[in-house]
Nanobody, 114 residues
């Protein structure tokens, strides 16, 4: 079992920055992938940013603005969001994969508005 706890969401102005955190606990290793997702209206939940092995992936709409990173201990990872846009408003879910088992956090709300 893996439990994920997200934090860092809230209200931010357009052009501002915010950092989300995800803390994993339980049987979290060996981890095969971790990442952040958000829900696109009318579509499946999309990958915002992810780490798998030594590879890093970003969604097209956030590439160049968002950065994913992980703590040296390996149980915490982050999403640094810069130059936020109103269309970034969403619930952000962290994901943790151990083998083929997939775990999700409950989500943290990010609202980008003046």
């Amino acid at each position: 079992q893996v439990e994920l706890a997200e934090s860092g969401g809230g209200l931010v102005q357009p052009g501002g920055s915010m950092r989300l955190s995800c803390t994993a606990s339980g049987n979290i290793f060996p981890v095969s992938a971790m990442g952040w997702h958000r829900q696109v209206p009318g579509k499946k939940r999309e990958l915002v940013a992810g780490i798998s092995g030594g590879s890093v992936m970003y969604g097209e709409s956030v590439r160049g603005r968002f950065t994913i990173s992980k703590d040296n201990a390996g149980n915490i990872f982050y999403l640094q969001m810069n130059n936020l846009k109103p269309e970034d408003t969403n619930t952000y879910y962290c994901n943790w994969r151990v083998g083929w088992a997939n775990y999700w956090g409950q989500g943290t709300q990010v609202t980008v508005s003046s």
